[in-house]
C-alpha cells in the first residue's frame, strides 16, 4: 500500500451500492492449516428490515446515553443499510469455524430476538484462538533464525530466539545471519519475484524494525566486532557492512557483496583462507560472518567533526507555573529524581554512569540552574529572552551526578519553596526545547530532554498556542488539521534538534486542552517518547507517572543515530514510519531511539527478484551509546522470493501487517481525510483477500469467504484499526487523545500495536488459585463478560478491572479487602496488598502484563452497570462501537461483499 | 587690596572661581580684542569647611525669567523690607521669614563674606545613593580575585543605607538578584543582542506593578519606597550575601580558544546597568562603575573583533579610517552616555588592561555624566585599589566626597552673556536671555546637568561680552554672575549652593594697563587649553595647534611691548610672562598631540584635563620638576634638559605619573651601596628626601599617579626626558661636551626657538 496512493482517483469499493442479493453459501471442507472457510446456512428467512436500523435494544444500553444520532454514524462506522443488506445472509451462522468458542448464545447478555439470525461470532476466526495454537505449538521452545524465509512464532508467544549459524549447510545458501524476529519483523517473509505480482496481491512489503529490543536475559547479547583503526569492512559500492550474506571468492582474496554483486578486495587484515566448501576457516569465529545482528566498533571516522564523541547528558525541565506548583506535581518530581538520578543508565562494565544531568524550570521565563560540585548552594541564572532562547552558562550546567550530588540534592530541595509564591501561569514551551539543545550543543554532545510540562503555551514566544480544539472540524476536510502542529516553529525546531542530537521526551499533566498534535511533534521527530496524564491527581496517578519516569530513565537508548536500510537488488526501502527524522530519502535520522522503538520499513520492487538469491535486507544503525562510544549495529535478514502467490500468502505475518496499516494510515492522517483513510483500508484488505480468493484458494462457490491462514484474523485487527479513535472522528473524543494515541501508534513495535489494537481481556473469577500461569483469554466482546465475572482489560496504555454485579463477594474480599461489591471504592488506581491468594494471583498477572511495556498502565476499576463502563466498552473491539465503528461480524461482512465484487 | 595674585587666590578659595580676566572690557568689540575669552574655572563644590550650609531655603527673585538668588549683591531696603535683583533689577519682597532683617540683623547671604553660599534644602523625599558594580568577568585568575577584594572591600566604605547591585558579563550579562535568601538568582542576557530599555525592563520584571515578592517583608516598609528593587539592595542588609556573591564570581566560563579574544559583552552590560536605573531610580544619585579588563569584542559597542591577530585600533587605523567598529560603538555609548545623563546618573569606568579597552569609544560615559575615568594595567595593582579606595574617601565631615544629579545654572548681569561650558557635563537646553548665539564648548544653553561630581570637579565657562562699544558703563559699574549648583548631597540631602561674583568693568581703550594687570595667566592657560581640547575631539590635530598658536601670537601681538620688526625688542609684562610658556608645553602635552599614545591614552589624558582644577590642570599642562642635591634644600627648577644634572635627583609630578630620577654620579653612588654605610647617612637622606615627597603627592591626587622610580640610563626614564624643554639636543651640537643637563634625542623645537619664532611673528607686521 503506498501512502500516495491515499490522494489521488480511489474509488472507493464500499460506495458502489449492494450488488443483487445472492443465495451463495459458504461450504467446503476446512482443512487446517488451509484456510479457513466460513459456512453459514442460507436458509434463514431475512429479518424485518426495520429491526436492523440502529443498534440492537439490549437491556444494558438503556442505562446509557441515548445512541448516537444516525446521521454521525453514517460517517464513522458502515452504514446500517449494508447490514441490511447482509445480515440475512449471515444471519444463523453455523458453528463451523474449527477452533470456534464452545460459547453458545445462552451466554450473551440479554440476547436480542434477533440474534439467531445473525452470524454467530463463534463462528468466525478468532484471535484468541490463533494466538493460543501458536502458543501451544511454538511457545516455550527454541526458534533458530537458521532458515531463510521461515516466519517466526507470533509476538504474543513466548519462546526463546537463537540467532546462530548452522554447520551442516552448503556455502551457496544463505541459511544462517538473520536477525532475531525481536529486532526484525516482515509482514511477509516471501516476497513475491515481480512487482506484478506484488500488485496483484496488493500485501504490503514491509519490515518492523526495532533495533534496539530488549532482549530476554536468557538470549544472547550482541556481540561487539572491533576491527580497530582501519573500521568495518564494507563493500565498496553500496556500503554494506560485512555480514554472512557475503559470497568469499578466489582463496578468499574478494568477496561478492551480495546487495550489490560488487566484487571487492578483501583487506589484508581480514584475510582468511577458505574451506572445502568455499566458507571461510574463520566462519564461526567472527560473528559478522555467521549471525544475524552484531555490533561494530566504530571508528573516528564515523564521528561528528572526526572526534569521538562525549557522553550523552539528560537536562530535566520543569514547569513550575502556578497549577504545577499548587497541585503538588513539582514536588513529586523532584523528590523522585533525587531516586532515579541515582540509577542513570551506565555501560555494563562501568561502575558509574557517565552520563552528566542538567536542571531547567520554566513558566514564560526560563531557570537553569548551576550545579557545579564545588558550589555551596545551587545558582539560578533566569532566562527572560525567550524569543531567542540561549544558554546563560557551560560550566556547572551539566554536572556529573555523583560529583554534584549534594548540590542537586539541595537544588530539588529548594526548587518546589522557590516558587511556592509564583503565581505565573503562562507557560512557553518551544523556548524550553530549544534551551534543552543549545545547551547540548554548546556542550557538544548528545542528550536526551526530560520535559515535564501541563498547560498550552499561551506566553508570548515562539511556538505560542492558541486553543483550537473545534469540534466542528470534525468529519471534514479539514480535520486533518487537528493532527497538525499549529506553526511551523515545532518542525523547525525538531530538526535542529535531531541536527544535534537532543532527544526530546515529554510528560505532559494536561488538565484541559494543550494541543499534543503541536506539542508532541518535537518528541515524534526526535525519538523521544510522549507520556500524557489526563487530569493528573499526584495522590492517585503518581504510581503511573513514577514509573514511566523510571523507566524512561533507565531504558536501554542510542544517541545521534543514523539508520540505514540497504536491500538486495530487485527491490528497495521506499517509505519510513517512527520516531524518525529525514533530510533525504535513505537516512534515517534519530537524534535518540530506546529498546521501544521501531521503525517500519516499506519495500518496493524496482527489479525481479530470483527465487535462488532470495531478499536480503541489512539494516545498519550508527549510534552513540550511553558511555559515549560510537558503536554500528547491525541486523541482517533474508527473505524468501517465489513466483507463487500461494507462497506469498503461506509466509505472511498478520501482527506485522497491521502494524504497517496502522503508520501508513496514521501518517496519512495528516493529508488525507479519515473517510477516504478508512475507505482504502477497507478496500486493501479485500483485494489482499480476494486476490488469494481467485488465485490460491481451492475452487468453491463464489459466496464463500475464504482467509488465508496466516491471515485469519486480518479482518477483526483491521475492524479495530478501523475503530480507533483516530481514524474514527467523534466529538467525544477529545483531539488531543487522538493526536496523542496517533502518535504513540507511530513508534510502536509489532507486539505493542497488536495489543493496542486487540486488548488483552482475562477472566479473573475462573482463576485457579494453585496454577502460576496466565489465565486463558477471550474474545474482546461483551458477549464474553458476565454478571458474576471480574475480567481484567489491557490495551498497553491502560488496565481495566471490570466487575460484574454478582461478582463473587469471597473474590471481592479477596481483591480489595471489602465485604461487598458497593464497598468497592472506584477511584483506587492500584490494587490494595491483600495477603489472600486472588489478589497475589492478580496482582501478579498485572504485573506481567505490565512487564516490558513501554508505557506503565493505569488502572481503572469499572463496575457494571456504572457510568464509567461506557469507557470500557470502547476496548471491547469486537463490538459495534458506542462512538461508532462496526462490529467484528458486521466487518467481516462488509469485507466479503467487497470481496465478492471484486471477484465479479 | 593687595595684589592681583592674593585677590585672585582669595576668591579661588572663597568661591572656587578664577576668571582669566578680572577686570571686564567693557565693550563687545574690545572683549573680542583681548583674544583671550571671559572665561572662568568654577569648581561648583570646592570644599569649604569653614561654610557650613545653611537650614533654609534661599530666596528668589520673583520676576519668572531671573529668578536669581538674595545674595550680597543686591541693595536692600530694609526699611520697606525689598531688595532689588541685582541681574534683573526687579524689586522684590522680603518672604515673612525675614520680617526681623535689619542692617544690623543679616541673613547670611547679604554678607559679603557668604558670596558663596549653601542651602541645604529639607522637603521632597530622600534617595539613597546607589552603586551599580559591573562587572568583567573575562580577566586573568589573578586579576579578577583582585577586583574581587576590592570590590569586597568597597562594600565596607558604601554609606550603609546605599543601595547596591551586581552585574557580571563576559559572553553573557548576569543580573544579580541581591535580595533572595539561600539560592543565588541572576537574570542572564545575551551578551549580542541590543535591547530596549523598554525590553530589559520587561525581562527583569521590572514594569510590572505587582511584582511577586520572594517573601513579604513588612518590617521595612519605609526603605521600600521604590519600584520592586530585587537588584538593588541596601548594603547593611545584603552586605554578607553580596559578600558571599563576590567570592564565588567565577571567570567567564566560557572557552576561549587559542588566538581568540575572550567575548566580552561590555556595550550589553552598560546598556542594561543604564536600563535598570532608569527603570527603577530614574533621577536619584547612582553610580554604574564599570570593571573592565580588556576592548568589548560583542554584541552593540564592541570594539575590536575576537580575532586577536586584527588588534584594536590606533591612531594610525582612526586616522587612515580603517577602525571598523568606532563609529558604531561610539554611537552606542554615546546615546547610553545621554540616556543616563538624562536620569541624572553617572557611570565610571575602571579599566585595567595592558592592552586598550576602548576608553576612546567609552570616554563619553564618564566623560557626560561626571564619572571617573580610570586606567591602569591591572587591578592588582596599587594604582587600581588606591584609586578605587579613594573614591570612598571622606570629608572634613565624614561625608562622602561625592555628589550627584547637580544642575549648574548661571546667571549673568546683562552685560555679558554665556557662551558655554567646558567640563563633565551636559547641556540642559534652557535657551534664555543671558544665553550667547556663539557658543564655546557646550553652549546654547545657561544650566547643565553634572550628574556626578566631587570637590575638585571643575568646570571652564565662557561668556561673552555683549555690552555695545557705544553704550559705555559708567565709571565703577560693575558685571555680575551667580552660579546657582542643585545637588544631591552624598547624604542624601538636596542641597544649592550659590556662588555670587562681580568684577569691575574698564575701557580697554583708556584702561588697558588695568585690565592687563588683572589678566590671570594660570587660568587663561588652563581655558584656553581646554578650548584647545575641546576643539581637539572634533578637528584634525594640526588645525588645533595652528588656531592655538594664531591665538597666542595675536595675545602677544596686543599686549607685548615691542618696535615693530625688532623681535630682540619684544617684552611681555609680568602678568604675561608665563603664558606662552605655557602654551609650548601644552603644544607638547598628550592633550593635544596623538604621537605615542593610544586611542585609550589620549581619551584617559583628555578626560582628566576637562574636569581637574587650576592647579592640578598646570601640572597637567606643564609638569613640576624638584631638584634635590646636596647643595641644599630641594628646589623647583626648570622644566628643562638643563636640569638633569649628574648630582642630582629630579622628581617630577605630571599628574598622571610621578617620576623620580637618579642623575648618573647618585645611580652610581647608589649602585655602590653608598646609602648602606653609616657614614654615608646625609646619602641615604638625599635618597629618602624624593620618597617621601613622592609619597605625599601620591596620597592625595585621584587617580593615583603611576609611580616610576628610575635613573639615568633607564628605560623609563624616558617620561621626563620627553617632557622636559629639549634645550639640548643631538642637533644643537654647542651643548655637546658641556656638563649642563642632558641632550635630548629628538627633532622637537626647544621653548628658546619656539619663543624666538613667537617673537618674530608678533613684531612682523604682515601676520
Not at chain 1, 158 to 178: F, V, Y
Not at chain 1, 304 to 311: A, E, I, L
Not at chain 1, 375 to 380: E, G, S, T
Not at chain 2, 313 to 341: C, G, P, Q, V
Amino acid at each position: 500500500m503506498q501512502i500516495n496512493s491515499y490522494g489521488v482517483g480511489v474509488t472507493p469499493q464500499s460506495q458502489a451500492p449492494p450488488g443483487p442479493q445472492s443465495a451463495g453459501s459458504f461450504q467446503g471442507p476446512p482443512q487446517p492449516p488451509q484456510p479457513s472457510i466460513l459456512q453459514p446456512g442460507s436458509q434463514v428467512p431475512p429479518p424485518p428490515p426495520t429491526a436492523l436500523n440502529g443498534p440492537g435494544p439490549t437491556p444494558l444500553n438503556a442505562q446509557y446515553q441515548p445512541p448516537p444520532p444516525a446521521g454521525q454514524t453514517l460517517g464513522a462506522g458502515y452504514p446500517p443499510q449494508q447490514a441490511t443488506s447482509y445480515g440475512p445472509q449471515m444471519g444463523g451462522a453455523q458453528l463451523s469455524y474449527p477452533g470456534g468458542f464452545p460459547g453458545g448464545p445462552a451466554q450473551m447478555a440479554g440476547p436480542p430476538p434477533q440474534l439467531q439470525r445473525k452470524l454467530d461470532p463463534d463462528s468466525i476466526p478468532s484471535p484468541i484462538q490463533v494466538i493460543e495454537n501458536d502458543r501451544a505449538t511454538r511457545g516455550g521452545q527454541v526458534y533458530t533464525t537458521n532458515t531463510r524465509g521461515q516466519v517466526p512464532p507470533l509476538v504474543t508467544t513466548d519462546c526463546m530466539i537463537q540467532d546462530q549459524a548452522i554447520l551442516h549447510i552448503t556455502a551457496n545458501e544463505t541459511k544462517s545471519g538473520h536477525s532475531s524476529p525481536r529486532y526484525i519483523r516482515c509482514t511477509t517473509y516471501c516476497f513475491p519475484c515481480t512487482s506484478d505480482m506484488a500488485k496483484q496481491a496488493q500485501i504490503p512489503l514491509a519490515a518492523v524494525i526495532k533495533p534496539f529490543a530488549d532482549i530476554p536475559s536468557n538470549e544472547t547479547p550482541l556481540y561487539l566486532v572491533n576491527h580497530g583503526e582501519s573500521g568495518p569492512v564494507r563493500c565498496n559500492r553500496c556500503k554494506a557492512y560485512m555480514c554472512p550474506f557475503m559470497q568469499f571468492i578466489e582463496g578468499g582474496r574478494r568477496y561478492q557483496c551480495a546487495f550489490c554483486n560488487c566484487v571487492n578486495e578483501v583487506p589484508p587484515f581480514y584475510f582468511q583462507h577458505l574451506d572445502h566448501i568455499g566458507r571461510r576457516v574463520d566462519h564461526y569465529e567472527k560473528p559478522e560472518l555467521s549471525l544475524g545482528s552484531y555490533e561494530y566498533v566504530a571508528t573516528l571516522d564515523y564521528c561528528r567533526k572526526n572526534k569521538p564523541p562525549n557522553p550523552p547528558a539528560f537536562i530535566f525541565m520543569i514547569d513550575v507555573s502556578y497549577s504545577n506548583i499548587k497541585n503538588g506535581l513539582v514536588k513529586l518530581i523532584c523528590e523522585e529524581l533525587k531516586t532515579v538520578l541515582q540509577r542513570l543508565p551506565k555501560e555494563e562494565h562501568e561502575e558509574t554512569s557517565a552520563i552528566r544531568v542538567g536542571f531547567i524550570t520554566y513558566n514564560k521565563v526560563l531557570h537553569f540552574f548551576n550545579v557545579k560540585s564545588n558550589l555551596a548552594q545551587p545558582q539560578m541564572m533566569v532566562v527572560t529572552d525567550v524569543s531567542e532562547v540561549f544558554v546563560p552558562l557551560l560550566d556547572g550546567f551539566l554536572v556529573n551526578y555523583q560529583e554534584s550530588q549534594s548540590v542537586i540534592h539541595n537544588l530539588l530541595d529548594q526548587i518546589p519553596e522557590m516558587f511556592a509564591d509564583s503565581n505565573e501561569n503562562e507557560t512557553v514551551f518551544a523556548p524550553v526545547i530549544q534551551a534543552g539543545m543549545e545547551a547540548l550543543k554548546a556542550a557538544e554532545c548528545p542528550g536526551k530532554l526530560f520535559i515535564f510540562h501541563s498547560s498550552l503555551p499561551t506566553a508570548e514566544a515562539p511556538g505560542k498556542l492558541k486553543n483550537r480544539d473545534d469540534k466542528k472540524l470534525l468529519n471534514t476536510d479539514k480535520e486533518k488539521i487537528l493532527f497538525q502542529p499549529q506553526t511551523a516553529v515545532y518542525e523547525s525546531l525538531a530538526k535542529d534538534c535531531v541536527a544535534n542530537s537532543c532527544s526530546v521526551t515529554l510528560f505532559l499533566f494536561p488538565s484541559q486542552y494543550v494541543d499534543v498534535a503541536s506539542l508532541g511533534l518535537v518528541p515524534l521527530l526526535t525519538g523521544g517518547t510522549l507520556y500524557k496524564y489526563n487530569v493528573f491527581r499526584v495522590n492517585l496517578d503518581s504510581q503511573q507517572f513514577l514509573n514511566d519516569l523510571r523507566n524512561d530513565i533507565e531504558k536501554k537508548i542510542g544517541f545521534d543515530a543514523i539508520m540505514r536500510v540497504r536491500t538486495s537488488t530487485g527491490f528497495r526501502a521506499t517509505d519510513f514510519f517512527g520516531g524518525i527524522f529525514m533530510n533525504n530519502t535513505t537516512d534515517v535520522e534519530m537524534a535518540a531511539i530506546d529498546c521501544d522503538k521501531a521503525v517500519t520499513v516499506e519495500f518496493k520492487h524496482d527489479d525481479k527478484l530470483s527465487e535462488d538469491a532470495g531478499a536480503l535486507i541489512q539494516c545498519a544503525v550508527l549510534y552513540t551509546t550511553i558511555g559515549g562510544q560510537r558503536r554500528l549495529r547491525i541486523h541482517n535478514l533474508a527473505l524468501n522470493c517465489s513466483t507463487q502467490l500461494a507462497d506469498l500468502y503461506k509466509s505472511c505475518e498478520t501482527d506485522a501487517l497491521i502494524n504497517f496499516f496502522a503508520k501508513s494510515a496514521f501518517k496519512a492522517v495528516l493529508n488525507q481525510p479519515l473517510k477516504v483513510i478508512r475507505e482504502i483500508l477497507v478496500n486493501q484488505t479485500a483485494h489482499m483477500l480476494a486476490c488469494y480468493r481467485k488465485h490460491c484458494a481451492s475452487p468453491s462457490a463464489a459466496s464463500q469467504l475464504i482467509l488465508p491462514d496466516s491471515m485469519k484474523v486480518l479482518p477483526v485487527y483491521m475492524n479495530c484499526l478501523l475503530k480507533n479513535s483516530v481514524l474514527l472522528s467523534r466529538p467525544e473524543i477529545s483531539p488531543d487523545e487522538r493526536a496523542y494515541q496517533r502518535q504513540l501508534v507511530m513508534t510502536m513495535g509489532v507486539a505493542d500495536t497488536q495489543l493496542f489494537f486487540y486488548p488483552q481481556l482475562l477472566p479473573i473469577h475462573t482463576l485457579d488459585v494453585k496454577s502460576t500461569g496466565m489465565p486463558a483469554a477471550v474474545r474482546c466482546s461483551e458477549s464474553r463478560l458476565s454478571e458474576e465475572g471480574m475480567f481484567l482489560l489491557a490495551n498497553g496504555l491502560n488496565m481495566f478491572l471490570w466487575l460484574g454485579v454478582s461478582s463473587p463477594p469471597d473474590l471481592i474480599q479477596g481483591i480489595f479487602n471489602v465485604p461487598s461489591f458497593a464497598h468497592i471504592n472506584t477511584d483506587m488506581t492500584s490494587l490494595p496488598e491483600v495477603g489472600s491468594p486472588p489478589s497475589q494471583q492478580l496482582r501478579m498477572i498485572m504485573n506481567n502484563i505490565q512487564h516490558k511495556k513501554p508505557y506503565s498502565m493505569k488502572l481503572i476499576i469499572v463496575k457494571q452497570r456504572e457510568q464509567r463502563e461506557m469507557v470500557f466498552r470502547q476496548f471491547l473491539v469486537e463490538d459495534k462501537g458506542l462512538y461508532g465503528g462496526s462490529s467484528y461480524v458486521d466487518f467481516l461482512c462488509c469485507v466479503h461483499k467487497e470481496i465478492c465484487q471484486l471477484l465479479n | 587690596m593687595a595684589t592681583y595674585l592674593e585677590f585672585i587666590q582669595q576668591n579661588e578659595e572663597r568661591d572656587g572661581v578664577r576668571f582669566s580676566w578680572n577686570v571686564w572690557p567693557s565693550s563687545r568689540l574690545e572683549a573680542t580684542r583681548m583674544v583671550v575669552p571671559l572665561a572662568c574655572l568654577l569648581t561648583p563644590l570646592k570644599e569649604r569647611p569653614d561654610l557650613p550650609p545653611v537650614q533654609y531655603e534661599p530666596v528668589l527673585c520673583s520676576r519668572p525669567t531671573c529668578k536669581a538668588i538674595l545674595n550680597p549683591l543686591c541693595q536692600v531696603d530694609y526699611r520697606a523690607k525689598l531688595w532689588a535683583c541685582n541681574f534683573c533689577f526687579q524689586r522684590n519682597q522680603f518672604p515673612p521669614a525675614y520680617t526681623g532683617i535689619s542692617e544690623v540683623n543679616q541673613p547670611a547671604e547679604l554678607m559679603p563674606q557668604f558670596s558663596t553660599i549653601e542651602y541645604m534644602i529639607q522637603r521632597g523625599a530622600r534617595s539613597p545613593l546607589i552603586f551599580l558594580y559591573v562587572v568583567d568577568t573575562c580577566l586573568e585568575e589573578d586579576d579578577l580575585q583582585a577586583l574581587k577584594e576590592s570590590l569586597q572591600m568597597s562594600l565596607s566604605l558604601l554609606p550603609p543605607d546605599a543601595l547596591v547591585g551586581l552585574i557580571t558579563f563576559g559572553r553573557m550579562v548576569q543580573v544579580h538578584e541581591l535580595s533572595c535568601e539561600g539560592i543565588s538568582k541572576s537574570y542572564v542576557f545575551r551578551g549580542t543582542k541590543d535591547l530596549t530599555a523598554k525590553q530589559i525592563q520587561d525581562m527583569l520584571g521590572l514594569t510590572k506593578s505587582a511584582m511577586p515578592m520572594q517573601q513579604a517583608r513588612p518590617a521595612q516598609p519605609q526603605e521600600q519606597p521604590f519600584v520592586s528593587s530585587r537588584f538593588l539592595q541596601p548594603v547593611h542588609k545584603i552586605d554578607m550575601n553580596l559578600t558571599d556573591l563576590l567570592g564565588e564570581l567565577q571567570r567567564d566560563p566560557w572557552p576561549v580558544t587559542q588566538g581568540k579574544r575572550p567575548l566580552r559583552s561590555t556595550g550589553v552590560a552598560l546598556s542594561i546597568a543604564v536600563g535598570l536605573l532608569e527603570g527603577t531610580f530614574p533621577n536619584t544619585g547612582a553610580r554604574i562603575m564599570l570593571f573592565t579588563g580588556g576592548p568589548p569584542t560583542q554584541g552593540p559597542g564592541m570594539v575590536v573583533g575576537d580575532e586577536l591577530k586584527t588588534p584594536i585600533r590606533s591612531w594610525h587605523d582612526i586616522e587612515k579610517d580603517n577602525a571598523r567598529f568606532m563609529k558604531k560603538a561610539t554611537k552606542h555609548y554615546e546615546m547610553l552616555a545621554n540616556r543616563t545623563a538624562t536620569n541624572g546618573h553617572c557611570i565610571d569606568i575602571y579599566a585595567c588592561a595592558l592592552d586598550q579597552t576602548g576608553l576612546l569609544e567609552m570616554k563619553c560615559c564618564p566623560n557626560l555624566t561626571g564619572g571617573h575615568m580610570v586606567m591602569g594595567d591591572s587591578f592588582n595593582t596599587s594604582l587600581f585599589k588606591q584609586t578605587f579606595q579613594r573614591i570612598f574617601s571622606k570629608d572634613f565631615n565624614g561625608d562622602f566626597r561625592m555628589a550627584f544629579g547637580a544642575t549648574l545654572e548661571v546667571k549673568t548681569s546683562r552685560e555679558l552673556k554665556i557662551a558655554g561650558a567646558i567640563g563633565p557635563c551636559v547641556s540642559l537646553n534652557v535657551k534664555g536671555p543671558c544665553v550667547s548665539e556663539n557658543e564655546l564648548g557646550v553652549g546654547g544653553t545657561s544650566q547643565w546637568k553634572i550628574c556626578g561630581l566631587d570637590p575638585t570637579s571643575t568646570l571652564g565657562i565662557y561668556f561673552e561680552v555683549v555690552n555695545q562699544h557705544n553704550a559705555p558703563i559708567p565709571q565703577g559699574g560693575r558685571g555680575a554672575i551667580q552660579f546657582v549648583t542643585q545637588y544631591q548631597h552624598s547624604s542624601t540631602q538636596k542641597r544649592i549652593r550659590v556662588t555670587t561674583i562681580a568684577r569691575n568693568w574698564a575701557d580697554a581703550q583708556s584702561q588697558l594697563r588695568h585690565i592687563e594687570a588683572a589678566f590671570d595667566q594660570e587660568a587663561a592657560a588652563v581655558l584656553m587649553a581646554r578650548l584647545g581640547v575641546f576643539r581637539a575631539e572634533s578637528e584634525e590635530g594640526p588645525d588645533v595647534l595652528r588656531w592655538l598658536d594664531r591665538q597666542l601670537i595675536r595675545l602677544c601681538q596686543k599686549f607685548g611691548q615691542y618696535n615693530k620688526e625688532d623681535p630682540t625688542s619684544f617684552r611681555l609684562s609680568d602678568s604675561f610672562s608665563l603664558y606662552p610658556q605655557f602654551m609650548f608645553h601644552l603644544r607638547r602635552s598628550p592633550f593635544l598631540q596623538v604621537f605615542n599614545n593610544s586611542p585609550d591614552e589620549s581619551s584617559y589624558y583628555r578626560h582628566h584635563f576637562a574636569r581637574q582644577d587650576l592647579t592640578q590642570s598646570l601640572i597637567m599642562i606643564q609638569p613640576i620638576l624638584y631638584s634635590y642635591s646636596f647643595h641644599g634644600p630641594p628646589e623647583p627648577v626648570l622644566l628643562d634638559s638643563s636640569s638633569i644634572l649628574a648630582d642630582r635627583i629630579l622628581l617630577m609630578d605630571t599628574f598622571f605619573q610621578i617620576v623620580i630620577y637618579l642623575g648618573e654620579t647618585i645611580a652610581q653612588w647608589r649602585k655602590a651601596g653608598y646609602q648602606d654605610m653609616p657614614e654615608y647617612e646625609n646619602f641615604k637622606h638625599l635618597l629618602q628626601a624624593p620618597l617621601d615627597d613622592a609619597q605625599e603627592i601620591l596620597q592625595a591626587r585621584f587617580p593615583m599617579p603611576r609611580y616610576i622610580n628610575t635613573e639615568h640610563g633607564g628605560s623609563q626614564a624616558r617620561f621626563l626626558l620627553s617632557k622636559v624643554n629639549p634645550s639640548q639636543t643631538h642637533n644643537n651640537l654647542y651643548a655637546w661636551g658641556q656638563e649642563t643637563g642632558a641632550p635630548i634625542l629628538t627633532d622637537d623645537v626647544s621653548l628658546q626657538v619656539f619663543m624666538d619664532h613667537l617673537k618674530k611673528l608678533a613684531v612682523s607686521s604682515a601676520s
